[in-house]
């Protein structure tokens, strides 16, 4: 037993030692093979001359060439780069010579075939071709020639140097032909699709491969949208005025830079729209985000195509802190017509909370809401576009009375350091109320959220009219009637047709006791009223109950007779100018003014006053034009 496992011992030895011998074999085969190869390299370099090819490699690299030994030219990766950009060298020195590539191809491949592969033969061919093409004046011979070129480049699309073919495409006007040859680029360095796969799963950092992928695919496109940018700033240029020729005959290709703009233009949207046409699903991300961060914002919303949406919404998702991607999300579903999923993203929009957006531009992403979702199909006759507008239109409401409520405390210096607070969110009707107008005694503010609300507190709508007038009153020094007057007619505008938000009789009790005190012309009350839409019939009914009352604070404010002349100033208006009253009510009215009359003038004529006798000429001029009626 023993001998037999040391037997099986040694022979496991030996078969180790032989694959050993066999791998040291194999390295010093490849390290021959790789010898020869750079020898073979060299001797060409010493037929065209060292100094000229060596003169053309970077001044970095002819400076490592210089100090390097053979073992390192053939074993070290940075060996392996010169003995590269040396290839690249003879090949550009035919190239610069307008000679052909095929002999100097040939004879690389022949002595040094791992340094210069069948795809560095056919990029040298290709780029021969489009140099020829730049300088070809006839234009079907230079489309046939990039044809050539561009047919050998998608082969060989993933060991291209993009950058350089690119330039070259460019020179002959073979803009289209960029993206083609962008995309095979794309496609031949992920073949497997792993950047697609890494973009979709949302970019995972661990995902090495994918990411990888992506970032090789990106460089390909960035060649597109660098052209694109090319063309377009060509396009906005200003026209150039014609030159005088350098050399006879027919003129050369313009280069990019000074493309005539409108050929420019056309030449950009022939690009735009093969990029648009490709299924390429990152070529068109990139697309899209270089419009948004180009602000070629018009151009992106008008694209219809099946990635965009997708695009918009993911730029939310990733970045929900900035407003940018949400607004462009609106803006193209407003676009296309989906104005309902526009309207609850401009809701979200005003409802979120941001130091960025200012509280007018809440009011304005509401307001836009609203116009979007009665723009939508079946409109608000719609039960869930109904549903949502009542919503915005209730929120709509809120939001102004914040507006007012931000406009009357942005003078308080108490209030200065709570402003913000309104313009960064949206708040409930409550809270304006217990944390800004109670405190602050905001009282139009007030009155505002009571009508909001539907709160209908006439204890407390009575109290805030008369703060409202008192506050008016004692804020100006100068005219306060016609302070008052102004207020009246802004507030009534708002509030007079709902009785429950404006207490008439006490509001004009409040604006006589003023206008006694102040001396002002009897009869601006009744004036300013109707502005606002108070109708003469009301008023008169309004006044002739509070000088019933026979209030005394008249006799304290040294008028007795004040509501009789605000009176008569009232009849008078009817008198001259019946049709201030509308004509069905016209006739009763008529009737109860001539009724009015009389019992003025029957109080008149028990007091026999000077003061009573001209009031009493006034009225007996009203009786005789109400009886001619």
Known sequence: KNSSLSSGQERAGDNGALLREKQ?????????????????????????????VVGKLSQETANILRQAQLRDLVVSPSGRDIASNLVQCLVQTYLGDNASTDAISNRLRQLC???????????????????AAAKQTKGGERDKMVAEAVSIAVQIAGHLQLGV???????????????????????????SQLAVHYYNNGEN??????????????????HCTAMLHTLLQAGSAPPTSPSVPTSPGPPPPPTPAILPPDQAT?????????????????????LYQWLIENKYIDKLLNIKTAHIEDF???????????LAMFDLLWKYYEKTSQYVPAARILAKLADRHSTELSLSGRVQYLSRAIMCVKSSEGGSANRAAGELLHHLEEKMEVARVQLQVLEAVSGKPEAEGQVGRLNSDLLDITTLYQDWAEPYQLWECKLAILQCAGHPDQPLVNTIWTN???????????????????KMETLGRQYANSSKYFPLELIVRQLEVVSCRERGEAGWVPSCLQTTGV????????????????????????????????LCSLLQLFATDPSLVSPGERRQFMVVCQDAVSTYLGELYQKQTQETSGLVARFRDIQAKLDRM
């Open 24 to 52: 040291s074999l194999v390295v010093v085969r490849q390290l021959v093979v790789d010898s020869v190869q750079m020898l073979g390299l060299w001797s060409v370099v010493v037929e065209h001359t060292v100094e000229l």
């Open 113 to 131: 075939p791992g340094l210069y592969r069948q795809e560095d033969a056919l990029s040298s061919k290709a780029h021969e071709l489009l140099l």
């Open 165 to 191: 073919l690119v330039s070259h495409l460019a020179s002959c006007q073979a803009y289209p032909r960029v993206v083609e040859v962008c995309l095979a680029a794309a496609t031949k360095r992920d073949p």
């Open 205 to 222: 950092s661990d995902d090495a491969a994918g990411m990888s992928a992506f970032l090789g695919r990106s460089e390909c496109y960035k």
């Open 266 to 286: 056309i030449w950009a949207e022939q690009v735009f729209q093969l990029m648009l046409s490709s299924s390429d699903q990152l070529l068109h991300v990139t």
């Open 312 to 322: 918009l919404k993911r730029g939310a998702v990733q970045h929900p802190e900035t």
């Open 468 to 486: 409202i007038i008192e506050q008016q009153e004692n804020s100006t020094n100068q005219n306060k009637v016609l302070a008052l007057s102004n």
């Open 535 to 566: 109708s003469l019939p009301r008023l008169l009914d309004v006044y002739n109950r509070l000088y019933t009352t026979k209030d005394s604070i008249w006799l304290t404010l040294g008028d007795s007779l004040h509501i009789l002349k605000v």
